[in-house]
């Protein structure tokens, strides 16, 4: 498997806090990649993804591990989940839909229990670049949406996530940066009630 070192340290931290055996949900699962470091920590893993293609290949590769095609945005688990992960895939999410999210992964874990999800970062100048592009392309872009030729990533400043993430009713345990050559900051939560 192919994935960056600081990404395998937070997502071991995170599991050694979930309960033994617990259920965990690997929102935007993508092909199973992070599966095996979960499945070597004794949890249970249950993937969604909105590419059929994806679950498709992950199926391949983990026949046993149940998977489902639906977004972040239709979740709706009710305290299913003992820890949620959403590892690169939030940029790929609008900001009218992020508290949508957050809030769907509140409700879908037990209270106490941990959400692990990263956020891509870019620099400043590249972010209002990206936004001024989109304004003169007569997009309805805000500060921190990339959208060029059919491709769509949204960089939000982590003070808006950190705020969406409280208002999601989260308690940050932790946060930390990725590496340079994949600049993502890794964020530990606890669901609050």
């Not at 965990?24 to 993937?47: E, H, M, N, Q």
């Not at 970062?121 to 590249?126: K, N």
């Amino acid at each position: 498997m192919l994935y960056c070192e600081k990404h395998r340290m937070v997502l071991e931290r995170f599991l050694a806090l979930c309960p033994p055996q617990g259920r965990i949900l690997d929102a935007a699962c993508g092909t199973g990649k992070y599966w095996p470091i979960i499945l070597d920590a004794g949890r249970s893993v249950f993937g969604i993804d909105q590419s059929q293609q994806m679950l498709l290949n992950a199926r391949a590769k983990f026949p046993d591990v149940p998977t489902e095609k639906r977004g972040r945005q239709e979740l709706e688990a009710s305290q299913a989940f003992d820890g949620i992960i959403c590892m690169e895939a939030l940029e790929n999410v609008s900001p009218e839909d992020w508290p949508l999210v957050l809030s769907n992964f509140h409700r879908a874990l037990k209270p106490g229990d941990l959400l692990y999800l990263t956020v891509e970062i870019e620099s400043g100048a590249a972010i209002r670049a990206a936004f001024l592009a989109g304004q003169q392309q007569g997009l309805p872009v805000v500060e921190g949406e990339w959208a060029h030729e059919g491709w769509y990533h949204y960089y939000p400043a982590i003070e808006q996530v950190r705020a969406w993430t409280q208002e999601a009713l989260f308690a940050i345990l932790e946060e930390a940066e990725g590496s340079r050559s994949l600049p993502r900051r890794h964020i530990t939560a606890t669901a609050t009630t």
